[in-house]
């Protein structure tokens, strides 16, 4: 017993420790600027300017308070209970996401929906919660075409068989409850208008906020490129007959006002001129692989990268004949239509050896294994939750 480590309540003697290095924690809220406010909506570029150069600001834990309400595209009504937002579907809201610091562009992140939820999935699953709209599907991911409800007395034989066949279905796959629980938290009815709240957090889009520090005396941009997307940000059975409109939308930045002293003590070592490293992603546009290699126009960077996510999405039928990436390589009876991922970057081969995908037996335990370990060396799982 004297070897083991006591739980913190049964520690009877341990002092109450207090920390004095913080005055006050406050927020301060920022509007996007005047010329871009038109644009929540309309599609175009929304800017916000963070001038506060005498306030200890810490972004890392900044988020964007979005309002908003959804309709049927007509107007004339509000979507069926079926149908809500997709998980994480801020962000998808932007084609681009761009952080400047000073006068310079830091980090540019196309497609920052995809990326965003790319992340979190990845690197940091137990961060968030439903509050910022993080509310995966569940299950198999699907919904029911038609909402379990009570027969009228006189119902037929066929709608007799479609509730209980809908019912079975719903049974034996224990339900999407993400999905149920983003309806109740976004379909909400108030004069004919659906309205709902997210506090998407910046954290960890940009890689230069997992410094994780105060900054001071340094002017901030966030430019945020509006996409008018509403066939992709909702989901089920009338997704595509809804739509989106953002009321309002505000930065909400945490400012700490330190203790004199360690303003002081902080100051004096502003003194110094230290170099600070910091990560900085990078995301390129998609593309569409052609032949047998395909080759990603990645910005130049004499860094060497931490790691590199390579992501596939399928394309819309129209466009592939039916043979989508993951639908071609799930399938029993076809080949995977990619046998082996790698990538290039300043002349160094990530990872050093293809990645192979045996197109026989369908076998994907090399990709599994480069991703898991991904997790365990740059993420925040522990080994425990990977197995």
């Given at each position: 017993m004297a070897n083991k480590t006591l739980d913190p309540i049964f520690r009877l003697y341990d002092p109450i420790r207090y920390s004095f290095n913080k005055k006050k924690e406050d927020y301060i809220i920022i509007s996007p600027t005047v010329g871009s406010k038109s644009q929540l909506n309309d599609g175009g570029r929304i800017t916000f300017e963070i001038n506060s150069l005498s306030n200890w600001l810490l972004l890392s834990d900044a988020y964007f308070r979005?309002?908003?309400?959804?309709?049927?595209?007509?107007?004339?009504?509000?979507?069926?209970?079926?149908?809500?937002?997709?998980?994480?579907?801020?962000?998808?809201?932007?084609?681009?996401?761009?952080?400047?610091?000073?006068?310079?562009?830091?980090?540019?992140?196309?497609?920052?929906?995809?990326?965003?939820?790319?992340?979190?999935?990845?690197?940091?699953?137990?961060?968030?919660?439903?509050?910022?709209?993080?509310?995966?599907?569940?299950?198999?991911?699907?919904?029911?075409?038609?909402?379990?409800?009570n027969l009228a007395n006189d119902a037929d034989l066929a709608r007799v068989r479609v509730v209980a066949r809908n019912t079975i279905e719903r049974v034996g796959r224990a339900i999407n409850h993400g999905f149920e629980k983003r309806v109740l938290q976004y379909n909400n009815v108030v004069e004919n208008n659906r309205w709902g709240y997210v506090n998407w957090k910046l954290y960890p889009l940009f890689g230069l906020l997992e410094h994780r520090k105060?900054?001071?005396?340094?002017?901030?941009?966030?430019?945020l490129q509006r996409e008018i997307n509403d066939d992709k940000i909702f989901f089920g059975e009338n997704g595509s007959d809804a739509k989106l409109e953002i009321t309002n939308l505000q930065l909400f930045i945490p400012?700490?006002?330190?203790?004199?002293?360690?303003?002081?003590?902080?100051?004096?070592?502003?003194?110094?001129?230290?170099?600070?490293?910091?990560?900085?992603?990078?995301?390129?546009?998609?593309?569409?692989?052609?032949?047998?290699?395909?080759?990603?126009?990645?910005?130049?960077?004499?860094?060497?990268?931490?790691?590199?996510?390579?992501?596939?999405?399928?394309?819309?039928?129209?466009?592939?004949?039916?043979?989508?990436?993951?639908?071609?390589?799930?399938?029993?009876?076809?080949?995977?239509?990619?046998?082996?991922?790698?990538?290039?970057?300043?002349?160094?081969?990530?990872?050093n050896q293809p990645l192979t995908i045996n197109p026989t037996t369908k076998d994907y335990n090399e990709l599994y294994r480069n991703y898991k370990n991904m997790c365990e060396l740059f993420g925040k799982m522990i080994r425990k939750q990977m197995k």
């Open positions: 979005c309002d908003f309400k959804i309709k049927e595209a007509t107007q004339n009504q509000v979507p069926q209970t079926n149908t809500t937002l997709e998980n994480n579907f801020f962000p998808s809201l932007f084609s681009e996401m761009v952080l400047e610091a000073g006068s310079n562009p830091i980090e540019t992140i196309k497609h920052p929906g995809e990326f965003d939820t790319m992340l979190k999935t990845v690197l940091y699953p137990k961060d968030f919660d439903s509050v910022s709209g993080w509310i995966p599907d569940v299950g198999d991911g699907s919904i029911l075409k038609e909402l379990v409800r105060v900054s001071i005396g340094l002017p901030y941009k966030i430019h400012v700490i006002t330190p203790s004199i002293e360690v303003e002081t003590k902080i100051f004096n070592s502003l003194t110094k001129d230290i170099e600070i490293a910091f990560l900085h992603r990078n995301t390129v546009g998609s593309m569409t692989l052609t032949g047998e290699s395909t080759t990603w126009p990645i910005t130049n960077t004499i860094k060497p990268a931490r790691y590199l996510i390579v992501g596939f999405k399928n394309l819309p039928d129209s466009q592939t004949n039916n043979n989508n990436v993951f639908r071609v390589a799930m399938n029993q009876t076809q080949d995977p239509l990619i046998h082996k991922v790698q990538v290039r970057l300043n002349n160094d081969n990530y990872p």
